[in-house]
């Protein structure tokens, strides 16, 4: 069983929006660093966003102020909602997690370097 599993990806044309989502179990994501990437063939994969488990969000350039990561922690899920696609969106996206880490009384929690559970992928595909 997986423990992330992607969905929602599918086609559209630019300029229009899907909304990604990442079902998770055996892993709490209210505790967890979770993370959207994605690939195209023959390239490396990309950080897209992710998200720590006090809520703070990250970008990639390419994606900033088109994309938002959230997360629902009462259905365990992570979401990615993509507006304003564009045909340089087009690829697989993957879902990861990692269990946050404690570090000390004054630092905290961190999120690990890697993350260690993916998903399978879902494609998004965008014409114009």
């Known amino acids: 069983e997986e423990h992330v599993v992607e969905s929602g990806g599918g086609s559209v044309q630019s300029g229009g929006s899907l909304r990604l989502s990442c079902a998770a179990s055996r892993i709490t994501i209210s505790v967890s660093c979770l993370g959207w990437f994605r690939q195209t063939p023959g390239n490396e994969r990309e950080w897209v966003a992710s998200?720590?488990?006090?809520?703070?969000?990250s970008y990639a350039d390419s994606v900033k102020g088109r994309f938002t990561i959230s997360q629902d922690n009462a259905k365990n899920t992570l979401y990615l909602q993509m507006n304003s696609l564009k045909p340089e969106d087009t690829a697989m996206y993957y879902c990861?997690?990692?269990?946050?880490?404690?570090?000390?009384?004054?630092?905290?929690?961190?999120?690990?370097?890697?993350?260690?559970?993916w998903g399978q992928g879902t494609q998004v595909t965008v014409s114009t």
């Open positions: 998200t720590d488990s006090d809520g703070r969000t």
């Open positions: 990861a997690a990692v269990e946050r880490r404690w570090a000390s009384s004054r630092l905290g929690y961190y999120c690990p370097p890697d993350f260690n559970y």
